[in-house]
C-alpha cells in the first residue's frame, strides 16, 4: 500500500538535555548508528529514559539531534520540519483531534495533500475497512473505546502512505487483553501494508511479539541489535540479558579452553561450557542462566541449596543459594518431578549449549 | 560536548515556516513598540532633558514636593489595607464555599453573582454608589440615621470601594486553590487529635500561605494602580495615580509626571515580580496534587452559622452598592426628591451626546476585543505549545502589562507617541485617533486573555498538535484547524472579556483621548466629579446593561456553538 518503503538511517545521532534539578547537560541519545531497512518492524526497547522516545521524536522531527546526521530513504532530514516529513506517527495518547469525528479525523492529512474529495473517500473508506472500523464514519472520537481510538490512529497514519510508521507507546493505554489483540493487529496491517515501522516500547513481549529486529537501548546508547530469538539467547551484555526475561548470573574464571569448548569455575566447581571462542582462557567471564533452562534434580552440574520454594500451578519457582550467589529456577509440570522443600540440598541441572556465556 | 547543532537546525526548522516567523516578529514589534518603549521614554525623560542633559534633578524635586511625598505614603497605606482586607474577605467567601455546608440556592447565587458583578461594572461605580448611600446627601447616613455631616471621602471610602471591588478576584484565586487542598490531609490531623480550629491554623493555613500573599499582592497592585475610585471618592486625599493624573493635566508637568510615573512604575514592577517569580512558585510546589475526593463539609451549627450571616451580609451589602446605581438615574434629586422620572436617561441623550459616547465607547471597544482575543490566543499558543529562543520575552512582556497601571501606561503614550517615536514622527499619526485607543485597549486587556489562554491550553494534550503537525499541517494550518478549535471557549470568553474591559476602562484611556471621541467611561467619571450623580448613573446603568448583556450572549453562545457543548454531547 504504501507508495515506497523507505529505510532509516541514523549516524551519529546525539541529543543534549539540560537537567532540569542540577543545570547540567547530559546526554539523551549518545552517537548512536541505526540502519533500518525497508519493510522491516523494528522495535526501539529499553527502560524508561532510555532515549528511544527522543530517538523516534527526532526521525519524527519534533526533536532536533544535536550532532549527527539522519537520513529517510536514502535523504538527509534533519532540517525538515515534521510535516515536511514522510513519517506518519501513532501516538501514545491516540492524539485524535477531539473536535473531529473519525472520518474527519482519518481525512485530515489526506485534505492537507489537496487531494480531491472523491479520492479521500475512497481512501479513508479503505483503510477504515483494514483497521475494522467500517460504518463508525459519523462517531465522535469520544464515543470509542480504548481500542477502536487506538484504531483510528493507526488508520489515520496508514492512509497517508508514509515511508515510515513510527509508534510511540501505543498500547501502554490499553489493558493486559486488549494488548494482545492490538499488538496482533498491527502486526498484520503493517503486513498487509508492507511498510516500515519503528515501534517504541518498554514492553519486552510486545517487542518481542512485534519485531524483525530489536534494538536495546539504554542510557541513550544502543545496548543491542538483533532478532527476538538472538537478543534472547544471546544477548550482549548483562544489561541486555537483565532486561529481556530473566536471568541468573554465575561468575567465575575460564580455567580450560578448547576451541569453542571450555570449562568455568563456578564456585570452584568445574562448569562445561560451549561459545567461548571470543574469551580468553583465565579470564573472567559470566555465564547467563535463564529461570526456565533449569530444573532442580538429585544430580547435576552445581550444588545448592533450597531458600524458596513455591508453587506456581504450572511451575515450581525456587530460589537456590549457590555459594552466595542467588539463583532462580522457574521448574514446569512439577506434578511429575520432586518437589524440593526449603533447606533441602539439591543440584541444578541444565544442558551446556543453554548456558550463553559473556 | 561537541559542537550542537540543535539549537541551529531548530531555528532553521522555525525559518522554514514564513507565517510563524512574521507572526513572532510582528508580535516581537508590537510589544516592544506599545509596551516596553513608553515605559522605556519615561524613564528616559525623567532623567534627561534636551537642555539640562543627564539629571537627576527631575526626581530631586518631585521628592521635594510634600503633596508627591504625602500621594506616596497615602498610596501604600491604601494598598496595604486594601490588600490586607480584600484577601480577608476572599479568604472568608472562598473558605465557605469549600468548607462549609450551605447548599442553598440562594446562597449559591449570591456567590455568583458578587463574583460577576465587578467584572461587568466599571471599576468606579462603587464610589459613586458608596457616596449616594454614605455621603453628605447618603439614604443611609442622612434618612437612616440622620447624620447631616458624614465624610465619606478620603481615606475610608477609598479603602472600603477598593476592598468591595477587588475581594472577588481574591475569591476566585483562595477558590481554587482550596479545592485543591487534598482533604485526607485535614482528615489526618483531625484523626491525630487536633481541633477544627487547630487544623485549619496547623494544616490549611501554612497550605495557602503563599496562595494568600499572591491574593495580597495582586489586589495591592490593583489598588495602588487605581485611578477613578481614588479620583472620585478620594476628595483630597490623593494617590499616586490621581496625582500624576493632575500632574499632567493641571500643573503641564510632563517631566515632573514622567518621574512620578516611574517611581509609581517601580513600586507596581517590583510587586509583580515577588508575586510572579517567588509566590506563584511556592504556590504551586504546595499544592501539586488534585483533591483525591469529595471534601466532608462541615455542617456543625456553632461554626456553619456565623459563617453563612457574615458572608451573605456582605454580599448583600455588594449587591445594595449596585443597585443603588439604576435608582440614581431614577430619582428627581438623589437624597431629596425620591420621585421616579426619566429625566436623567433623557438628558444623556439629549443634552450629553449620550448616543455619540455609547457608540464611540463601544465601536472602539468592539474593534480592540478581537484583535485582543486573538492576539492573546497566538501568544498562548507560542508560550505553551512552541519553542524559540525569543518565547520568553514574548511572555513576560505581555504578562508585564498586568502591572503597569494604566495612568504610567497613559504617560507613556503621550510622551511616547506625541511627537512619533523617539520624536522622529514615525507614527504620529496614531496619536489622537482611534488606533492609539484601540491599541491601548488592547495591551491593558492582554494580560487577562493570555493568561486564560495559557491555562486553556496547558489542559490540551501536546501530542494533538503534534499528530496534526506530523500529518503534514504547518504551523498556520495547526493553529487555525486544531488549536483555535480547541479554545474556542476560551477565546470567546476572552473576546467578551476584552469587550468589557475595554468598554469599562478609564485609567488610561482618559489621559489620550481627544475631544473628537466622547467615552462612556470619561463621562461618567466627569459627571461624577461634578456631582451630578444622575447623569453619571443614568450613564453607567446604561453601561452595566451593554456588559452584563454581552456576558450573557458570551455564555449562551458557548453553550450553543462552544466545542466543550459538543463534546459533552457526544459523551
Known sequence: MAKEKKGVRLEHISKIYKDPKTGKDFYAVKDTSLEITPGSFVTLLGPSGCGKTTTLRMIAGFESPDEG?????????????????????????????????????????????????????????????????????????????????????????????????????????????????????????????????????????EAMALSDQIIIMNKGVVAQIGTPQEIYYHPANEFVADFIGEANFLRGPLTEKAGNEGTVMVNDIPVE???????????DCTLVLRPESAV?????????????????????????????????????????????AVGEQAYIRFDKEIIHVL | MATR???????????????????IVVLIAFL??????????????????????????????????????????????????????????????????????????????????????????PPFVLSLSMIMLFGKAGIITRFLLHIYDNEVYGYGGIVIVQALTFFPVCYMMLKGLLK????????????????????????????????????????????????????????????????????ITGAYDKQGAAAMAVVLLTITLAMYLVQKYVLEKKTAATLTGKASRARMAIEDKSVTIPLTVLCSGIALFVILMYICVPFGGLFTTWGYNFNLTTKWFKLVFTKYKGLKAFRDSFLLSMASAPI????????????????????????????????????????????????????????????????ILIIVFVVRSLPTGTRSGISALRQIDKSIEE??????????????????????????????????????????????????????????????????YGIACAFATILIAITYGSVLLMNLVIKYFGTSRKIKEAQ
Open chain 2, 32 to 121: 516592544t513598540l506599545f509596551i516596553l518603549y513608553p515605559l522605556a521614554i519615561l524613564l528616559v525623560d525623567s532623567v534627561y532633558g534636551p537642555e539640562t542633559g543627564l539629571t537627576g534633578s527631575v526626581f530631586k524635586r518631585i521628592f521635594q514636593m510634600k503633596s508627591f511625598r504625602t500621594a506616596i505614603t497615602n498610596t501604600l497605606k491604601v494598598g496595604l489595607t486594601v490588600g490586607i482586607l480584600s484577601t480577608l474577605v476572599g479568604l472568608l467567601f472562598a473558605y465557605v464555599e469549600v468548607y462549609v455546608k450551605v447548599r442553598t440556592r440562594f446562597m449559591g447565587g449570591l456567590f455568583k453573582l458578587v463574583s460577576m458583578l465587578p467584572v461587568v461594572s
Open chain 1, 296 to 340: 532442580l534434580a538429585n544430580q547435576g552440574q552445581l550444588p545448592c541449596k533450597v531458600i524458596v520454594s513455591c508453587f506456581m500451578g504450572s511451575y515450581q519457582n525456587y530460589h537456590v543459594m549457590v555459594g552466595d550467589t542467588l539463583v532462580k529456577i522457574t521448574d514446569f509440570n512439577p506434578k511429575n518431578k520432586r518437589i524440593f
Open chain 2, 372 to 435: 485582543t482575543a486573538l492576539l492573546s490566543m497566538i501568544i498562548s499558543y507560542l508560550v505553551v505549545k512552541r519553542k524559540f529562543k525569543a518565547k520568553g520575552f514574548i511572555e513576560f512582556v505581555s504578562m508585564l502589562a498586568m502591572a503597569v497601571p494604566g495612568t504610567v501606561l497613559g504617560i507613556g503614550y503621550i510622551r511616547g507617541f506625541v511627537n512619533g517615536v523617539f520624536g522622529t514622527g514615525f507614527l504620529q499619526g496614531i496619536y489622537g485617533s482611534a488606533a
Open chain 2, 180 to 247: 485543591n487542598i487534598d482533604p485526607s490531609l485535614e482528615e489526618a490531623a483531625r484523626d491525630m487529635g487536633a481541633s477544627r480550629f487547630k487544623v485549619f491554623t496547623s494544616v490549611t493555613l501554612p497550605l495557602i500561605l503563599p496562595g494568600l500573599g499572591n491574593a495580597f499582592l495582586v489586589t495591592f497592585i490593583e489598588s495602588i494602580a487605581d485611578f477613578a475610585n481614588p479620583m472620585i471618592i478620594g476628595g483630597s486625599y490623593d494617590t499616586l495615580a490621581t496625582t500624576i493624573y493632575l500632574q
Open chain 1, 69 to 205: 546526521e539522519i537520513y529517510l530513504g536514502g535523504e538527509p532530514i534533519n532540517a525538515l520540519t515534521p510535516n515536511k516529513r514522510d513519517t506518519a506517527m501513532v501516538f501514545q495518547s491516540y492524539a485524535l483531534l477531539p473536535h473531529y469525528n473519525i472520518y474527519d479525523n482519518v481525512a485530515y492529512g489526506l485534505k492537507l495533500r489537496k487531494l480531491d474529495k472523491a479520492t479521500i473517500r475512497e481512501k479513508v473508506t479503505k483503510i477504515l475497512k483494514l483497521v475494522g472500523l467500517e460504518g463508525m464514519e459519523e462517531r465522535m472520537t469520544n464515543q470509542l473505546s480504548g481500542g477502536q481510538q487506538q484504531r483510528v490512529a493507526l488508520a489515520r497514519a496508514l492512509v497517508l502512505e508514509p515511508g515510515v510508521l513510527l509508534f510511540d507507546e501505543p498500547l501502554s493505554n490499553l489493558d493486559a487483553k486488549l494488548r494482545v489483540t492490538m499488538r496482533t493487529e498491527i502486526r498484520r496491517i503493517q503486513q498487509e501494508a508492507g511498510i516500515t515501522a519503528i515501534y517504541v516500547t518498554h514492553d519486552q513481549s
Open chain 2, 467 to 532: 499528530s496534526a503537525y506530523d500529518m503534514g499541517a504547518d504551523s498556520f494550518k495547526v493553529f487555525m484547524t486544531v488549536t483555535l478549535p480547541l479554545i474556542k471557549d476560551s477565546f470567546l470568553s476572552g473576546l467578551v472579556t476584552a469587550f468589557v474591559r475595554s468598554i469599562t476602562a478609564i485609567s488610561a484611556i482618559i489621559l489620550l483621548v481627544t475631544p473628537q471621541f466622547l467615552l462612556i467611561t470619561v463621562q461618567i467619571n466627569e459627571f461624577a466629579e461634578k456631582g451630578s
Open chain 1, 273 to 283: 561450557v560451549t561459545g567461548v571462542a571470543n574469551i580468553d582462557q583465565g579470564a
Open chain 2, 5 to 23: 547543532q540543535g539549537a541551529a537546525l531548530d531555528r532553521k526548522k522555525l525559518l522554514g515556516d514564513p507565517v510563524m516567523v512574521t507572526t
